[in-house]
């Protein structure tokens, strides 16, 4: 059983849920840590055969990074729409940053601005290639728009990098937004 990929996938996707939506009873801290010992007996009650060795894989492999485990706790490192205090450090050196959406949301966004809707924060990527790789979850042709992350940080916008493919920032106005136009 642990080496099927869809049963870690699934395990993954209901710790992302519990940890960044919905704790079903875990006393999670305001950075949001979970004990670890906590999250596997939640976990063993819907999966009886999940150990802490597959939690830990589920934490180490995969394409991108979603948690942290630190002195016998676990979070989710983005995605929340639970209030939590990540304390993240501000990111002063990006420039361009990129976001992968729905052929449907461009026009709003770029009007609007992108907002954080059901989650605390905006999601951002470093590459156009991991923005287009996010907008595949939603949609078959994901439009790719491109963030003054360096002119949105002079006028006061602040960014902060969660992981190596994830930044995280709040609303960001249209001025700082454009679609991307490959060739």
């Known amino acids: 059983m642990r080496n099927d990929n869809r049963l870690k996938t699934v395990i993954s996707k209901y710790m992302s849920y519990l940890l960044r939506h919905n704790p079903k009873g875990l006393r999670i801290r305001e950075d949001g840590f979970v004990d670890l010992s906590a999250l596997l007996e939640k976990l063993r009650e819907r999966f009886p055969w999940v150990d802490e060795d597959l939690i830990r894989e589920v934490v180490d492999r995969g394409e991108r990074k979603r948690f942290e485990i630190k002195d016998g706790k676990i979070r989710a490192l983005y995605g929340?729409?639970?209030?939590?205090?990540?304390?993240?450090?501000?990111?002063?050196s990006v420039k361009v940053l990129y976001h992968g959406t729905t052929p449907e949301a461009v026009s709003e966004i770029l009007k609007t601005g992108l907002k954080p809707m059901k989650r605390r924060w905006v999601h951002l990527s470093?590459?156009?290639?991991?923005?287009?790789?996010?907008?595949?979850?939603?949609?078959?042709?994901?439009?790719?728009?491109?963030?003054?992350?360096?002119?949105?940080?002079?006028?006061?916008?602040?960014?902060?990098?969660?992981?190596?493919?994830v930044y995280l920032s709040d609303y960001i106005p249209p001025k700082y937004i454009k679609r991307v136009i490959k060739s």
């Open 80 to 92: 929340h729409s639970i209030p939590v205090e990540l304390e993240l450090e501000e990111d002063r």
């Open 126 to 165: 470093p590459t156009v290639e991991i923005a287009r790789r996010v907008g595949l979850r939603r949609t078959r042709r994901p439009v790719i728009l491109e963030i003054d992350a360096e002119r949105a940080r002079k006028e006061g916008l602040k960014f902060y990098k969660a992981t190596d493919e």
